[in-house]
């Protein structure tokens, strides 16, 4: 199985990275420590996570060289007007001196000076967006920041839709990624396609399900387990990766963790079969009050 995906300006990414969203005090930090020694090597982390600072703790702990690692980070929603000190908080954070890839986390700019740090609301109560300002404006403004700081080296996307794609490819820059829940239940066939076209490359988040994931107990999946002698969530990474995208799963859990980084390769068949099983209940698990996301279906 593929270790490595290419991207479309030469660079590579990782198939496998951690997830760092909820990885929090000790516990996360010692997992972030324990997967960077068992060979993980790309972080997915963001601003609006709030763990920077422990993601860095970890990498120091870890041992491992940062040339040797692929760091991922977010602009984060109420920061889209306020882009790079965004940046330069989170280049201080990480204590990195470079973003191997810097996202837009969402198409959603929210009010910086809003009653919330992640969400700001209006009187009543409705999501404070931030005013005579949209996303085609904030990718703009990462295209010129890019321009002037060699610390970012790629740009990239999370959370958009076909719309959203082509709403800011009027800048004449596409994003190198794009960043979506995605696993058999959210399978984002359109989506896909279209990526491939336009040479983008998707990122699985959430390819587990998430928290609470009934893909974990699907008894159709735990069947195609037990015949290759593996675990759900080994076979859900490995039909992601089969599919041709990285996948970015989050533990907290040592034995977890190792098993997640141990891609099988699966039969056609049962590719297919965990595309149909998906196909039978969609379910996106993540959602927000600043996003409307198109149909999965
Ligand atoms: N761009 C975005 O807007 C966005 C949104 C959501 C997520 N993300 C990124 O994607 C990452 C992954 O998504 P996610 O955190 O939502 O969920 P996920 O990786 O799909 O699932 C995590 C859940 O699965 C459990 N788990 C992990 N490995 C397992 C295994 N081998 N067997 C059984 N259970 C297992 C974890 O519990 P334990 O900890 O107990 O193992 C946790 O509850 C995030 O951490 C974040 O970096 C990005």
Redesign the pocket.
């Known amino acids: 199985m593929p270790r490595q995906f290419s991207l479309a300006d030469g660079g590579k990414i990782h198939a496998v990275g951690?997830?760092?969203?909820?990885?929090e005090g000790n516990q996360g930090r010692e997992?972030m420590v324990h997967a960077l020694k068992s060979g993980y090597r790309m972080l997915?982390?963001?601003f609006s996570?709030g763990n920077q600072a422990l993601v860095a703790e970890a990498i120091e702990q870890s041992g491992v060289a940062r040339e040797d690692l692929f760091i991922v980070d977010?602009l984060a929603n109420t920061w889209h007007s306020a882009a790079e000190e965004c940046l330069d908080r989170t280049l201080a954070a990480l204590k990195t001196d470079t973003l191997d890839l810097w996202?837009m986390?969402?198409p959603s700019p929210l009010n910086h000076h809003g009653n919330h740090p992640k969400c700001p609301t209006l009187p009543d109560g409705t999501v404070d967006f931030e005013k005579n300002w949209n996303y085609v404006k904030t990718w703009q403004t990462m295209i010129e920041i890019q321009k002037r700081r060699p610390e970012v080296k790629r740009l990239g996307v999370?959370?958009f839709g076909i719309k959203e794609l082509e709403a800011i490819s009027v800048t004449g820059v596409l994003p190198l990624v794009n960043?979506?829940?995605l696993?058999p239940s959210c399978n984002q066939e359109n989506l896909h396609k279209y990526c491939i076209q336009k040479g983008i490359q998707l990122v699985a988040?959430?390819?587990?399900?998430?928290?609470?994931?009934a893909l974990?107990h699907d008894p159709n999946l735990k069947a195609i387990a037990k015949k290759n002698n593996a675990?759900?969530?080994?076979c859900l990474l490995s039909w992601g990766v089969a599919n041709g995208w990285p996948v970015?799963?989050?533990?907290?859990?040592p034995?977890?963790?190792d098993?997640?980084l141990d891609i099988l390769e699966l039969s056609k068949e049962d590719v297919d079969a965990i595309s149909r099983i998906g196909k039978a209940s969609p379910k996106r698990?993540?959602t927000?009050p600043w996003h409307t996301f198109e149909e999965i279906v």
Request: aromatic share 10%.
């Open positions: 951690l997830g760092t969203w909820q990885l997992a997915d982390c963001a996570y977010k996202l986390h969402w999370a959370n960043q979506v829940e696993h988040y959430s390819p587990l399900g998430s928290t609470g994931s974990l675990t759900v969530a080994q970015i799963p989050r533990s907290s859990s034995d977890r963790l098993q997640n698990y993540v927000a």
